[in-house]
């Protein structure tokens, strides 16, 4: 479990209700995020969600000719996971590690 402290230095957790974080908090995990880290593949099932705190994480869309192109970057404004939100079970986009750090990830959101 997270404190709540660090947890909020992700400004999407900080922004939570609290009734709304309450749920949350045991289910966050303090997670290491090393430089180049691939978190997801492309059309993979998505099993949990990750909030950056210190780190950074780059969306890359794999191309046909093998090629990619940066889609997205996260930081501690946001999350790698988003479909999990939206009711989708994978993405078409590699969320890699830019920028090594910290961060919060939940396998249960609810």
Same mark, same amino acid.
């Given at each position: 479990?997270?404190?709540? =402290?660090? /947890?909020?230095?992700?400004?999407?957790?900080?922004?939570?209700p609290?009734?709304?974080?309450?749920?949350?908090? +045991?289910?966050?995990?303090?997670?290491d995020?090393p430089?180049g880290a691939?978190l997801?593949?492309?059309g993979?099932?998505?099993?949990? /969600?990750?909030f +950056?705190?210190t /780190?950074?994480?780059?969306?890359?869309?794999?191309? =046909?000719?093998g090629?990619?192109?940066?889609?997205?970057?996260?930081?501690?404004?946001?999350?790698?996971?988003? +479909?999990l939100?939206m009711?989708?079970?994978?993405?078409l986009s590699r /969320?890699?590690?830019?920028s090594?750090?910290?961060?919060?990830?939940?396998?249960?959101?609810?």
């Open positions: 479990m997270v404190a709540r =402290e660090l /947890a909020c230095k992700n400004r999407l957790l900080a922004l939570l609290d009734e709304v974080f309450a749920r949350w908090w +045991p289910e966050l995990e303090d997670v995020l430089l691939v997801r593949e492309s993979a099932r998505i099993s949990h /969600a990750v +950056p705190l /780190a950074i994480v780059c969306l890359v869309y794999l191309l =046909e000719d090629g990619s192109t940066e889609i997205a970057v996260i930081g501690h404004e946001g999350l790698v996971g988003m +479909p939100f009711g989708g079970g994978s993405t /969320a890699v590690v830019q090594a750090g910290r961060g919060c990830g939940c396998a249960r959101i609810s």
